[in-house]
């Protein structure tokens, strides 16, 4: 659990471990009377995995620590924007000549409207401030858009409206998409 900033992600994986080791368990004994492998709980404890609330519970059934893990994951952790991955992410966006992105379903981030960002968006359920989320996707957007020689994408087929969303904001992303390609920042 490398980084100077500990996520909540990271600080139950580090709780975990400690009461396990505070208990003398090995992983693989933590394991056999959840069901799951050493290998899992190893995953859970270097924060690459998420044990579900009833595997975490009956974990901390044998641990002893009283439901404050089960808590964590399912106040703090579940409810956040889900930033550890993200972080590294916009520095890339900042150098990359070019983004390779497969999205089946949805109008990638950085394309999105504002409307269609904040519906996509919606749909994850967080709890975090959903304008502020909406102005940060489209802050990210923004230099895109402005570069005289911006990085180029090819849309391999038309995606869809997000599946909570509404079919009324198809046509406003769909124009923004087109927009994009007669600027020449995508190929159609």
């Known amino acids: 659990m490398s980084?100077?900033?500990?996520?909540?992600?990271?600080?139950?994986?580090?709780?975990l471990r400690r009461a396990r080791e505070a208990k003398g368990l090995t992983p693989e004994a933590l394991g056999r009377p959840l069901?799951?492998?050493?290998?899992?709980?190893?995953?859970w404890e270097?924060?690459?995995?998420?044990?579900?609330?009833?595997?975490l519970a009956l974990a901390e059934n044998v641990l002893g620590t009283g439901g404050i893990l089960t808590r964590l994951l399912t106040d703090v952790i579940d409810a956040a924007v889900p930033i550890?991955?993200?972080?590294?992410?916009m520095e890339i966006e900042e150098s990359a000549s070019s983004f390779w992105s497969f999205e089946p379903l949805l109008i990638p981030g950085l394309l999105q409207t504002p409307d269609y960002a904040?519906?996509?968006?919606?749909s994850g359920n967080h709890p975090a401030d959903l304008d502020e989320m909406v102005e940060a996707r489209v802050r990210r957007r923004q230099p895109l858009l402005e570069l005289a020689r911006a990085p180029r994408s090819v849309l391999a087929r038309d995606s869809k409206h997000p599946q909570n969303g509404h079919l009324t904001l198809a046509p406003a992303a769909s124009r923004s998409l087109l927009n994009a390609v007669r600027k020449g920042l995508l190929d159609g």
Request: net charge positive; glycine share 6%.
């Open 118 to 122: 904040r519906i996509v968006l919606r």
């Open 35 to 43: 069901f799951v492998s050493e290998s899992l709980v190893r995953s």
């Open 84 to 89: 550890e991955w993200f972080g590294r992410w």
């Open 3 to 15: 980084g100077s900033r500990l996520t909540p992600r990271l600080f139950l994986a580090r709780e």
């Open 46 to 55: 270097k924060g690459r995995r998420l044990p579900n609330p009833d595997t």
